[in-house]
């Protein structure tokens, strides 16, 4: 089990940026995929990005390809989501997640399969986003 916990959520104006943290409970991300979900209120929790997963290493949803970039810090075990160019419809509560490398397909699959989240086994409490117009 890795636990997880995010950090940087925050309220910003539309074209803003802001950068949410990811710190990890494992000693090494080799045999594990972190990805970032959102949420909007009624709506399923989506895949936004993923990190060290498969043959892409970043993979990310096309709706946010060209303006978040996820990154990690492995000598502190975290991995980042840089969010530029927010726009209202960013507005959710990010989730990063944790799941075994080998159980994941590889992400042009992971990303189109319905209910991505539940590949994840890992969670953090969720940090909110909210962008105004």
């Known amino acids: 089990e890795v636990q997880l916990v995010e950090s940087g959520g925050g309220l910003v104006q539309a074209g803003g940026s802001l950068r949410l943290a990811c710190a990890a409970s494992?000693?090494?991300?080799?045999?594990?995929?972190i990805a970032w979900f959102r949420q909007a209120p009624g709506k399923e929790r989506e895949g936004v990005a993923c990190i060290f997963c498969g043959e892409y290493n970043t993979y990310y949803k096309d709706s946010v390809r060209g303006r978040f970039t996820v990154s990690s810090d492995n000598a502190k075990a975290t991995v980042y989501l840089q969010m530029n160019s927010l726009k209202p419809e960013d507005t959710a509560v990010y989730y990063c997640?944790?799941?075994?490398?080998?159980?994941?397909?590889?992400?042009?699959?992971?990303?189109?399969?319905?209910?991505?989240?539940?590949?994840?086994?890992?969670w953090g409490q969720g940090t909110l986003v909210t962008v105004s117009s």
């Open positions: 997640a944790a799941a075994e490398k080998i159980s994941l397909p590889t992400p042009r699959l992971l990303f189109k399969t319905s209910h991505m989240a539940r590949k994840f086994d890992d």
């Open positions: 494992t000693p090494t991300f080799d045999h594990v995929t």
